[in-house]
């Protein structure tokens, strides 16, 4: 019965090549692994314990994401994502180089506050790239959308009270549709 019930289920559906679908998890893996080098690069120099275990959450939280991505466009046969332009990385939250560089130039306090600052923008901006796959007809991609929006929400939620606990202010969130 057991094998019959399996049959019956429906098999998912491959996505298109360049669909919304294959388009958001290659956009979406290039932008988790910014985020976790930004957290790799505050986890060496960060001192304070809330953003050691925030960094150390999102690192080993993205990574497992990042598998699961990885996963789904090799049996798409799809190519991996490639690194945006500017003004796409803009419009995504992703961080500058000269911000990246920042994590590890400046002063500790400094460089928490700015890991802060930077991974509440580039969640921000994966809202935005998450929220619209959330209704996918792909359950795969659909249910990652939702997890991302789900998870990123209540980190973004802990980044305003370090933030405000620092007294530092965001920076700008990222607007249009990447």
Same mark, same amino acid.
């Given at each position: 019965?057991?094998?019959?019930?399996? =049959?019956?289920?429906?098999?998912?559906?491959?996505?298109?090549?360049?669909?919304?679908?294959?388009?958001?998890?290659?956009? %979406?893996?290039?932008?988790?692994?910014?985020?976790?080098?930004?957290?790799?690069?505050?986890?060496?120099?960060?001192?304070?314990?809330?953003?050691?275990?925030? @960094? =150390?959450?999102?690192?080993?939280?993205?990574?497992?994401?990042?598998?699961? %991505?990885?996963?789904?466009?090799?049996?798409?046969?799809?190519?991996?994502? +490639?690194?945006?332009?500017?003004?796409?990385?803009? %419009?995504?939250?992703?961080?500058?180089?000269?911000?990246?560089?920042?994590? +590890?130039?400046?002063?500790?306090?400094?460089?928490?506050?700015?890991?802060?600052?930077?991974?509440?923008?580039?969640?921000? !901006? @994966?809202? =935005?790239?998450?929220?619209?796959?959330? !209704?996918?007809?792909?359950?795969?991609?659909?249910?990652? @959308?939702?997890?991302?929006?789900?998870?990123?929400?209540?980190?973004?939620?802990?980044?305003?009270?370090?933030? +405000?606990?620092? !007294?530092?202010?965001? =920076?700008?969130?990222?607007?249009?549709?990447?």
């Amino acid at each position: 019965m057991g094998g019959a019930l399996l =049959l019956a289920q429906p098999r998912p559906v491959t996505p298109a090549p360049g669909s919304a679908e294959v388009r958001f998890v290659q956009d %979406m893996r290039v932008h988790h692994e910014q985020a976790v080098t930004m957290s790799v690069l505050v986890l060496k120099v960060a001192r304070d314990r809330s953003v050691r275990s925030l @960094a =150390l959450d999102i690192q080993l939280g993205q990574e497992e994401q990042n598998r699961q %991505m990885e996963a789904w466009l090799r049996r798409w046969n799809a190519p991996d994502g +490639k690194q945006p332009d500017a003004m796409h990385a803009g %419009m995504m939250g992703m961080a500058t180089r000269e911000e990246l560089l920042s994590l +590890k130039t400046l002063p500790v306090r400094e460089a928490e506050t700015q890991y802060l600052r930077l991974m509440r923008r580039h969640h921000q !901006g @994966a809202l =935005l790239m998450a929220r619209p796959l959330t !209704g996918s007809p792909q359950p795969l991609v659909a249910g990652l @959308a939702r997890q991302i929006t789900a998870t990123q929400t209540g980190e973004i939620r802990t980044l305003d009270s370090l933030l +405000k606990a620092r !007294g530092a202010q965001p =920076l700008p969130a990222p607007h249009g549709r990447h």
